[in-house]
């Protein structure tokens, strides 16, 4: 079975500063990972994706993830917070193992809160 | 939200009722997926579909049944309401399986009372 973990269910940044969303993932084989965002009342937009290769994958609106094999970790990463960053943000895996067209396992979600 | 529309946006209903749900998708992508969105549990899969009458369960599917007669229209069906089925549903589309990106529409929010 696959599993995603988000140990915060909120993060306090203020703008300008660097930010940091956690993501730690359990799967058979090797993972497909996924950040996505949600603004109020909206559907998830997806950010980026990490299938192989480069373990920093650049995504949407400057944010960034390092893949790290041996954390099973996925963390999101921004250099410089905005106050529009304010968002729920969601990681998810899916194993290459899966195979089909079953679908992604989500986290709980954190929320972003840029301070001005 | 990448040519997927979600009908209707918002409903409220009775608990015994048969409630359906409709996503549409312009994309003419093969995959297919009913997720339901609910505070603390984020995002879990109910059913998807791999191609025209091809479906499965995922993992809530327990009162949920889904249909798929044409590629652009796959329908959610609650059989008889209940309100543990209050949340808000989305539908996403992809066009290959696998590491392909999942589109997600912009959500259904259904209340059963």
């Known amino acids: 079975a696959q599993s995603v973990a988000q140990p915060e269910d909120q993060v306090n940044v203020a703008e300008g500063n660097p930010l940091t969303v956690k993501c730690t993932y359990s799967?058979?084989?090797?993972?497909?990972l996924f950040w996505y965002v949600q603004y109020p009342n909206r559907g998830l937009q997806f950010l980026l994706k990490y299938i192989t290769g480069d373990n920093l994958v650049k995504g949407s609106y400057g944010f960034e993830a390092e893949f790290n094999k041996s954390q099973t970790s996925f963390h999101l990463k921004k250099p410089s917070a905005l106050v529009s960053d304010s968002a729920l943000y969601f990681c998810a895996v899916r194993d290459m193992r899966g195979g089909g067209a079953d679908g992604l396992t989500f986290g709980k979600g954190t929320h972003l809160i840029i301070q001005p | 939200d990448a040519g997927i529309t979600q009908s209707p946006r918002h409903k409220v209903t009775e608990t015994g009722t048969p409630v359906t749900l409709r996503c549409h998708q312009t994309e003419n992508h093969r995959y297919m997926y009913w997720y339901r969105q609910d505070p603390g549990h984020g995002l879990r899969l109910i059913h998807y579909?791999?191609?025209?009458?091809?479906?499965d369960k995922g993992e809530v599917s327990d009162g949920y049944s889904v249909s798929r007669s044409k590629t652009e229209d796959f329908l959610l069906t609650l059989e008889s309401a209940t309100s543990s089925q209050t949340s808000v549903y989305f539908c996403?589309?992809?066009?290959?399986?696998?590491?392909?990106?999942?589109?997600f529409g912009p959500g259904t929010r259904l209340t059963v009372l």
């Open positions: 996403a589309i992809s066009e290959l399986w696998g590491a392909d990106t999942q589109y």
């Open positions: 799967v058979s084989g090797n993972p497909y």
């Open positions: 579909s791999y191609g025209v009458k091809d479906t």
